[in-house]
């Protein structure tokens, strides 16, 4: 994997940034309580996305985001295979305004360009379900609204209530969602890793619902040459 001496490792800057602003109400508590480990990780993956979409290590972006959606997965497994968790009220706090997301989502869909749409089936259970497409960074900064709205009740000392949330959402949206974006990174590095062919959604937008058989008239070649120096992974002979 390229690397400068100059620059900062995404990972390490995120990991540092989070070590540097602990959440408040996690202050005092037990690091081994369920909440504060989830919170944990809910805060290190906004930080570390938050790093990699300043563009500081292009080279690099493809396989952290990689390892930060595969580690936010791990504490959604904890939540999905938790009881269901009641929140205190019965009506959610008023949170106020969410905070904007169009410059994270830009700078991602900027960076990740062109291998930003990929074809995703959005329920596998779902009978004769046309792949439709999305985008990586999309998708990420869709997880990362939903995880932040939790944040905020967290950070407010509701804990419950940012619990129930996470594993809501988790359910009905960023866990589908994050899943998704992981099979599309995990393909991405793959196709590198084994000097493969990928193919490219040459002018596909999210905003077509096309078949398979469309979606394969579309598909243009983009050789393993092409992706692997942007990936920073390795040079192809």
Not at 109 to 131: G, N, Q, T
Not at 143 to 151: A, P, S
Request: glycine share 6%; net charge negative.
């Amino acid at each position: 994997m390229s690397s400068s001496s100059s620059t900062a490792d995404p990972a390490a800057t995120a990991d540092a940034a989070a070590a540097g602003t602990p959440l408040p109400h996690a202050a005092a508590q037990n690091p081994d309580d369920f909440a504060v480990q989830i919170a944990d990780q809910v805060e290190s993956f906004i930080v570390a996305v938050t790093e990699v979409a300043k563009g500081d290590e292009p080279d690099s972006a493809v396989p952290f985001l990689l390892l930060e959606v595969s580690q936010l997965l791990l504490a959604g497994g904890r939540l999905g295979a938790h009881e269901d968790i009641v929140p205190d009220e019965r009506y959610e706090p008023d949170l106020g305004p969410e905070p904007d997301v169009d410059e994270l989502r830009e700078r991602l869909a900027a960076m990740l360009d062109p291998v930003d749409v990929y074809s995703e089936v959005f329920d596998p259970y779902e009978p004769r379900k046309a792949p439709v497409a999305c985008r990586i960074s999309d998708d990420l900064a869709d997880v990362i609204t939903d995880l932040r709205h939790g944040m905020a009740h967290y950070r407010a000392g509701r804990t419950t209530e940012a619990l129930w949330w996470w594993q809501f959402s988790y359910f009905s949206n960023w866990g589908s969602t994050a899943s998704a974006s992981l099979r599309a990174l995990q393909s991405l590095v793959a196709h590198v890793r084994l000097n493969q062919p990928l193919e490219e959604l040459d002018g596909l937008d999210t905003d077509q619902d096309l078949g398979e058989d469309a979606l394969a008239e579309e598909a243009g070649k983009v050789m393993v040459e092409e992706i692997a120096g942007p990936l920073g992974l390795r040079p192809v002979k």
